[in-house]
Structures are given as structure tokens and as C-alpha cells.
């Protein structure tokens, strides 16, 4: 599987963006995609994750805050909309699949997703 991101840049505070992923090759309704970030000097830490067969989101809906993750499966597209924006959200932002596993609560961690895109960046404004 090939991930490509886009949709990064430069906002000022409190603004959104709406970040795309892009799939190619072997992705399957089992797999699940996930975005991740890094900000600068901190490890990469997980956003958002959705199941592509069933739509299955973490966090849950009503804990979403500012970050909503939604998929267009007819496209292979992810997207992560991204509102309220504050300088601390500043980093880059990877998507990743999960191959052949739903996205849970227990699996969203780096270490359990694979086929990384190279990642788009995001920085804020103050």
C-alpha cells in the first residue's frame, strides 16, 4: 500500500484545515487507516483512526474535539479536518494502515500500523 498526504500549511491560530490520504495498491475493507503526528522534539503520537469496511472511528464521535476523521472509500481517500487550530498542533502529520485489523482503541499505537506516507506539514500561526 502507498499513502500520500497533502493538505498541510501554514494557519493562524484558530483556523482548519482539512488533511487528505491518499491510498494506492492492495488496501482492503479489513484494513484500517490512522493519522498520526509529530511535533518537534516530541515522538509521534496517534490522532485518529477509522475502519475502512465499517466505518468504526477513535476516538469515538462524541469525544472527537477538534479532529474529525471521515474516508471515502470510493476514492481511497481519508481525510482529518482539523478546526480550532493551536500552535501546539504544529508538526508533521503521517497517515498509516493497519493491515487486516479494525481500528480499536487497544491497537491505535505507532508501532501497529505500517505503510507510512511521508507526511504533510501543519504549522500554526500565534
Known amino acids: 500500500v502507498k499513502l500520500v498526504e497533502s493538505g498541510g500549511g501554514l494557519v493562524p491560530v484558530g483556523g482548519s484545515l482539512r488533511l487528505s490520504c491518499a491510498a494506492s495498491?492492495?488496501?482492503?475493507?479489513?484494513?484500517?487507516i490512522g493519522w498520526f503526528r509529530q511535533s518537534p522534539g516530541k515522538a509521534r503520537e496517534g490522532v485518529s483512526c477509522?475502519?475502512?469496511?465499517?466505518?468504526?472511528?477513535y476516538p469515538p464521535d462524541s469525544l472527537k474535539g477538534r479532529f474529525t476523521i471521515s474516508s471515502d472509500n470510493t476514492k481511497n481517500i481519508v481525510y482529518l479536518q482539523i478546526d480550532s487550530l493551536r500552535p501546539e498542533d504544529t508538526g508533521t502529520y503521517y497517515c498509516?494502515?493497519?493491515?487486516?485489523?479494525?481500528?480499536?482503541?487497544?491497537?491505535?499505537?505507532?508501532?501497529?500500523?505500517?505503510?507510512w506516507g511521508p507526511g504533510t506539514q501543519v504549522a500554526v500561526s500565534s
Open positions: 498509516a494502515t493497519a493491515k487486516y485489523h479494525d481500528c480499536t482503541a487497544t491497537y491505535f499505537y505507532v508501532l501497529n500500523y505500517d505503510s
Open positions: 495498491g492492495s488496501i482492503a475493507d479489513d484494513d484500517s
Open positions: 477509522i475502519s475502512r469496511g465499517n466505518g468504526i472511528t
